[in-house]
Nanobody
Framework: VQLQASGGGLVQAGGSLRLSCAAS????????MGWFRQAPGKERALVAA????????FYADSVKGRFTISRDNAKNRVYLQMNSLKPEDTAVYYC????????????????????WGQGTLVTVSS
């Protein structure tokens, strides 16, 4: 399984970015996907997750109302639309795929995800 994340960059506070993650090597439509982030000196944490068909999503409290996770199973891609960005959103963002197929509700622990993208850096300036 390979995951390739892209879309990070430098943006001013209040701006927007859209992250994309391309997946290959597994039946994409059978697995939940997650976006995690890790800031310097902090643990990697779940930002958002989406179930295999896209019907159910989860968001960390810190990003609710600002970030939207979505997926396109025909293209084997998952996205993270990030609006109203804040300096505290600065981190390396990783996409990951759940270990188990069709899990409900979406898993929140890093240990529940087995394949990870390489990470894409998001920097929000104040």
């Amino acid at each position: 399984v390979q995951l390739q994340a892209s879309g990070g960059g430098l943006v001013q506070a209040g701006g927007s970015l859209r992250l994309s993650c391309a997946a290959s090597g597994r039946t994409f439509s059978n697995y939940n996907m997650g976006w995690f982030r890790q800031a310097p000196g902090k643990e990697r944490a779940l930002v958002a997750a989406i179930t295999w068909g896209g019907a159910t999503t989860f968001y960390a409290d810190s990003v609710k109302g600002r970030f939207t996770i979505s997926r396109d199973n025909a293209k084997n891609r998952v996205y993270l639309q990030m609006n109203s960005l804040k300096p505290e959103d600065t981190a390396v963002y990783y996409c990951a795929t759940d270990i188990e197929p069709r899990r409900l509700p979406p898993a929140r622990r890093t240990d529940d995800y087995d394949y990870w993208g390489q990470g894409t850096l998001v920097t929000v300036s104040s």
